[in-house]
């Protein structure tokens, strides 16, 4: 293998390969580098804990095709330090060699094959980058980062409903929803379930695409987006039956607090301040206005008044302050409605300015 490159292209391809590459110790050798294959003048760079699988691509100037597999920690540190210009890239069974001005390298290879990666499925839609980012924004914070759990709840449920798909995540304390109406990925009746982590990962990658191309097989899912193919393993296991805690009637929370989204979220983090782990945060809510109350016995006590409209009984009810802010970011308007049926039962947060997103949050008993 050889060519020749601006470094900036080579650092931005092995960067975000490197994204997929095994973190663990006992991890097998293989999956501890990146996989980079020369095809006349398309560089291809692969990183795999064999969950997630990154391929990026780069343009360069190749002299002779090849494949090397090199540690991946190693090469991507080498890359970032080069100073700015073109960088040559040699490599044979036993060694790279990496120059660029009057920095020179050589690095060990891997002597061990590299597993073969997941074929793409022919068949792909193609969708706007931008409201996918959102719709996994809005849900991904609520899947559990628990893995000694249900492991399934690690990840997020994407279903064909209505026109549509629906993303849905939870930890059982929350439940986030997102409708993508008019996104039709799956087929009826059809369900998925992604890793949380390989859809933060796939969000790095949505934030300046314009369209997303989804390829879905039967034990994996594909994404390609502006020359960056993420593949990531479909988790096994039943996502929990969540639509018996959806509303069934506008009467069934009649306590509805209607309050200013930003307005709200600045007081929370204020509050929040004198809120440690495991700390409430109450919610005093009269008819124009709610009182938010953090209590810490070694810390000391915070509270603030914010003007809000309410319709029903007068109450008091306590939060996890993160979970709700969570709520409260991910909710798409400027103004949001906290609907209670009892202080003991699930909360639901929504948007003034659209249905398509609802997120679902039990109180802590006072």
Do not use: W
């Amino acid at each position: 293998m050889k060519f020749r490159c601006e470094r900036d292209p080579l650092v931005e391809a092995i960067s975000v390969a490197s994204r997929g590459v095994t973190t663990r110790s006992s991890g097998r050798q293989a999956l501890m580098g990146l996989n980079l294959v020369l095809v006349g003048d398309q560089l291809q760079v692969t990183g795999s804990d064999l969950d997630l699988t990154i391929i990026a691509t780069a343009s360069v100037s190749g002299s002779r095709d090849g494949t090397v597999l090199v540690p991946s920690k190693l090469l991507t540190e080498i890359v970032r330090n080069l100073p700015e210009g073109a960088v040559t890239f040699e490599a044979d069974e036993n060694e790279v060699r990496i120059g660029s001005g009057r920095s020179q390298f050589a690095v060990k290879t891997i002597a061990v094959d590299y597993p073969p990666m997941p074929e793409a499925p022919e068949s792909a839609v193609t969708i706007d980058a931008a409201l996918l980012r959102d719709a996994i924004s809005q849900v991904v914070s609520a899947a559990s980062t628990d893995e000694s759990r249900k492991f399934e709840l690690t990840g997020v449920s994407i279903a064909a409903h209505g026109t549509g798909i629906r993303l849905v995540a939870t930890d059982t304390y929350r439940l986030a929803i997102r409708d993508l109406p008019g996104t039709s990925i799956l087929t009826e009746g059809q369900k998925v379930l992604v890793p949380s982590s390989a859809l933060k990962e796939l969000n790095r990658l949505l934030t300046t695409a314009e369209n997303v191309t989804i390829r879905l097989a039967e034990r994996h899912v594909s994404f390609e987006v502006d020359g960056v193919r993420l593949v990531s393993q479909l988790l096994d296991g039943s996502f929990p039956d969540y639509e018996n805690l959806l509303p069934k009637s506008t009467d069934s929370h009649p306590n509805r607090l209607t309050i200013e989204r930003e307005t709200f979220l600045e007081a929370l983090k204020r509050v929040g301040l004198l809120s440690k782990e495991n700390t409430k945060i109450r919610l005093d809510i009269k008819n124009d206005s709610v009182e938010l109350i953090a209590e810490s016995f070694d810390v000391g006590k915070a509270d603030e008044v914010i003007d809000a409209r309410h319709v029903g009984e007068e109450l008091e009810i306590s939060f996890n302050p993160e979970y709700l802010r969570a709520g409260i970011e991910a909710a798409p308007s400027d103004e949001i409605t906290i609907e209670i049926a009892r202080p003991t039962s699930p909360v639901l947060i929504r948007g003034n300015e659209t249905d398509d997103f609802l997120y679902l949050l039990m109180p802590i008993r006072n």
